[in-house]
């Protein structure tokens, strides 16, 4: 299992690049948009059926399925240095495969949720 993960070494921290990338920019500007400023009445929200067709779209599909996909991928990666750091070096056989298990589970059930939109 070890030889896999150091073969797959470049793609996860591909991701996990991507992930740092969309969770710096995106995610930030989406929280203060609707975390602030649609609350405060600083900006109005989009009517639904805007909303619907622009994460409908196939650049907005895109974007979704970004944006719910790579955190999970930099979340794993974080996850497993930390198991690492704090003495787990011994069990990083196991932690490794089952964050990046998880990950992919939870980017495949993303992208068939963006798929259904």
């Given amino acids: 299992m070890k030889h896999l993960l ?4 470049p793609v996860i921290w591909l991701l996990f690049g991507q992930g740092i990338l969309l969770g710096t920019l ?3 500007g989406w929280v203060l948009i609707l975390g602030l ?3 405060l009445g600083i900006v109005d929200p ?3 059926t805007q ?3 622009l ?3 196939l650049i907005g599909r895109l974007v979704l399925a970004a944006v719910i996909v790579m ?7 974080h996850l497993r240095h930390v198991s690492i750091d704090m003495g787990g070096g011994d069990r990083d056989a196991v932690v490794a495969p089952l964050l990046y298990a ?5 980017s495949l059930a993303g992208i068939v949720a963006v798929v259904r939109l």
């Fill in 37 to 39: 400023a649609v609350p």
């Fill in 46 to 48: 989009l009517p639904w």
């Fill in 26 to 28: 995106l995610l930030t």
């Fill in 102 to 106: 998880v990950a992919l589970a939870g």
């Fill in 71 to 77: 955190p999970l991928w930099k979340g794993a990666h």
């Fill in 51 to 53: 909303a619907h067709a």
């Fill in 6 to 9: 150091l073969k797959l070494e």
């Fill in 55 to 57: 994460g409908a779209s």
